[in-house]
């Protein structure tokens, strides 16, 4: 065996799972956007056919989706991308509704002294441009 090869357990996908999620998960949104797309152009020089939009969206976006992800440099980029996501450390729900309560109380104060700089530059103008 060698050395840089990575046993794996049989039946686990790992990292190799959420490239495949994310993979179809552009293929669908490609499906969305070429069916709007399709039926659009096809409604500026004659009446859309919808089944028949949406059949060519559908084959169009599974082609692509096929090949890009047998693509050595598309699928290896994935990989790399899906393998950095999974070190990454995410916030607990605790963590999370602490920082969003720093974000309103920060937010709240700014808009407060913004808002008396606001009004002491309303009131300086307004004592300078009625004096003229």
Request: glycine share 6%.
């Given at each position: ?11 686990v ?17 490609t499906?969305?956007f070429?069916?709007?797309v ?25 082609i ?5 992800y ?7 980029f ?16 605790s ?16 808009a ?19 004096k003229?």
């Amino acid at each position: 065996m060698d050395q840089h090869e990575e046993k794996k357990a049989p039946g686990v996908l790992g990292i190799e799972r959420w490239v495949q999620f994310a993979f179809i998960g552009g293929a669908l949104l490609t499906f969305w956007f070429f069916d709007h797309v399709a039926v659009a152009t096809w409604g500026l020089f004659a009446e859309p056919d919808p089944t028949l939009a949406t059949a060519f969206s559908g084959v169009a976006a599974v082609i692509l989706a096929v090949v890009l992800y047998r693509h050595p440099q598309v699928h290896g980029f994935s990989y790399e991308v899906a393998a950095e996501l999974s070190k990454v450390t995410w916030p607990t729900r605790s963590e999370t509704w602490a920082q969003t309560l720093v974000v309103i109380v920060v937010s709240a104060i700014a808009a407060v002294i913004l808002g008396l700089f606001d009004g002491a530059w309303s009131t300086i103008t307004d004592l300078l441009y009625t004096k003229i």
